[in-house]
């Protein structure tokens, strides 16, 4: 309890500022590629909601030419760029999130930030999962790492998200609220970097 209401947030402020230090060479190298690859900017920048429904500006490596059209992203969207399959694939370009967990948005370890139209159709879950900040990784993110490649096996992808991968998202969101501890948290955050 004490970890839940205090000490998580004491790990996320000096975690992100250390991740953000060590990581900035390579900040570095993927904002010039993301720059010199496509034209756009080098960030990705999407509402998405946080903690007691508040929304935020979620960052991201900008992956795509195009970010407009469906919320959700298959391996086959043409929208993706040469090193943003790379960057997508390692996670890479996930890593500006270290920004959200120092500003408070985000936590280290938490239910993936979802957009609004999601969140509204599932809002009487998402009333106890977004109690907590939102995460960069959590038991869903290990589980659906390729979950890119299972919708690009749907003809109407976001139906398939809606239907199939969100609600074992959800099962997994409540399994890690009722088990909040320093020990879980850094279980998930090694098992994330294995899978990387």
Known sequence: MIYKKYGKRIFDLISSLIGLILLSPLFLIIAILVKLTSKGNIFYIQKRVGKDFKEFYLYKFRSMRDEKGLKITSKDDPRITKIGKFIRKTKIDELPQLLNVLKGDMSLVGSR???KKYVDIKKADYKKILSI???ITDNATIKFRNE???LSKYS???KAYIEKILPNKIVLYYKYLDNITFKNDITIILKTLKII
């Open 113 to 115: 930030p979802e957009v």
């Open 133 to 135: 900040r939102p995460g």
């Open 148 to 150: 890119e490649e299972i």
């Open 156 to 158: 109407d992808k976001e």
